[in-house]
Structure formats: structure tokens, C-alpha cells
């Protein structure tokens, strides 16, 4: 089982629409779950963080975690063209010296 | 605020020919790591330093992968000889501390060996 899985998409969105992104984990004693944005061609950006469970919103973005099913997701709203990238999960654990586990990847495409 | 440097941005080898990346962390930043990304895959962890000692570096292919941190800031990460499989991105990144700290990546160094 991989330490982290995400869809690998590509998920495709007409513009404006809620973009709903989702990551599980196998580690039950993860703590701190990242979602970085990674446009083609380019690094990875740290979007959003969050520790504890339920809803952190920053913005158009809302990141959820539900750490009893080891579950995160990512929410973008009033998705934009400028959205399209590929956005990975990370998550890190105590148990795994706190390095960060990425997913692939999921591949999001705003439709104009 | 400058952020994680790393050069050369793009790199084309012959397999069994040498490579060398190197990366300058954020100013402050103790922790530096360098991440393996194939195409279509997430990034993977080679090696993690704190200072200038290594903290972890079991994915790191031993055989043919080496990488220092000389005075705890610059970093260098060397492949030799290459193998067709080690065309990737190489990322470098960096972080403050290591638990639950966020880790900024740089550019990253395309590698294409053929």
C-alpha cells in the first residue's frame, strides 16, 4: 500500500465550478498535511497546510481533514483557468522522522 | 527574501557520464533536503541534511548517487555514472527545522540522460 494515493485525474472543471480534490493516508499517526500546487514545467508551491481535524480555508481554498479515515482533501472554488496545475499531497509522521511522503499527483484542468 | 537556488536548470548526459547539481537553501534555513521527481510521479526523497550531517539517506542509490553539505549551507548532489533511469527533475528544497516545519522547493535541475 502507498504511504500516500491520490486520483491521478486528470479532473476537469468548467471555469467557476468547485474543483474537489482527495488524498488517504496509510499512517494513522500522521500529523501535518500539505497540498502543494505544481504547475508543468515548474516546482512545487506550497498552497495550504493543516494539523488538525476539519475545514482550514484560505481563500479559494479549503483543505479537510478527517484524521479517523485518514483522509485530506482540497476544495477550489470559483475555479479559475489559472487553477490548472497538478496538486500534490504530502503528508509527514513522527513514526517517519517527519519527512514529508508526496502522493503523484492529481492533474486538475480549468475549462475556460 | 531569496529563495532556494539551484543550478543548472537543465542538464542533457550520455548514460555512464557524470552530473553534478548544486543548491544554496533560504538564508537560515538548517534543514535541506534533495528530492527525485520522474515524470508523472511525486517527489522522492534522496537525502535530508541538518547542518552539514546527514539525517537520512535510505532511497539514496549509494552505488551511484553521492551528495555533501560541506559547511551546512550549499549543497551538491552528484550522479555517477548515470543510467537512463535517472532522467528526472532533481529538486532541492529547504525548511527551518524538520517536525511539521514547511519545506520551500527550488526550480528544480531537469537531468536527461539518453
Known amino acids: 500500500q502507498k504511504e500516500v494515493e491520490q486520483n491521478s485525474g486528470p479532473l476537469s472543471v468548467p471555469e467557476g465550478a468547485i474543483a474537489s480534490l482527495n488524498c488517504t493516508y496509510s499512517?494513522?499517526?500522521?500529523?501535518?498535511f500539505f497540498w502543494y500546487r505544481q504547475y508543468s514545467g515548474k516546482s512545487p508551491e506550497l498552497i495550504m497546510f493543516?494539523?488538525?481535524?476539519g475545514d482550514k480555508e484560505d481563500g479559494r481554498f479549503t483543505a479537510q481533514l478527517n484524521k479517523a479515515s485518514q483522509y485530506v482533501s482540497l476544495l477550489i472554488r470559483d475555479s479559475q483557468p489559472s487553477d490548472s496545475a497538478t496538486y500534490l499531497c504530502?503528508?509527514?509522521?513522527?513514526?517517519?522522522?517527519?519527512?514529508?511522503?508526496f502522493g503523484a499527483g492529481t492533474t486538475v484542468t480549468v475549462r475556460a | 527574501e531569496a529563495g532556494v537556488a539551484q543550478s543548472p536548470r537543465y542538464k542533457i548526459i550520455e548514460k555512464r557520464q557524470s552530473v553534478a547539481f548544486w543548491c544554496n537553501p533560504i538564508?537560515?534555513?538548517?534543514?535541506l533536503y534533495w528530492y527525485q521527481q520522474i515524470l508523472g510521479q511525486g517527489p522522492k526523497l534522496l537525502i535530508q541534511?541538518?547542518?552539514?550531517?546527514?539525517?537520512?539517506d535510505s532511497q539514496l542509490p549509494k552505488d551511484r548517487f553521492s551528495a555533501e553539505r560541506l559547511k551546512g549551507v550549499d549543497s551538491t548532489l552528484k550522479i555517477q555514472p548515470a543510467k537512463l533511469e535517472d532522467s528526472a527533475v532533481y529538486l532541492c528544497?529547504?525548511?527551518?527545522?524538520?517536525?511539521?516545519?514547511?519545506?520551500?522547493f527550488g526550480e528544480g535541475s531537469w537531468l536527461t540522460v539518453v
Open positions: 499512517d494513522r499517526g500522521s500529523q501535518s
Open positions: 538564508s537560515g534555513h538548517a534543514t
Open positions: 504530502a503528508v509527514n509522521s513522527p513514526s517517519n522522522d517527519y519527512k514529508l511522503s
Open positions: 528544497a529547504s525548511s527551518q527545522g524538520t517536525a511539521g516545519n514547511t519545506i520551500y
Open positions: 493543516i494539523y488538525s481535524n
Open positions: 541534511f541538518q547542518n552539514n550531517g546527514v539525517v537520512d
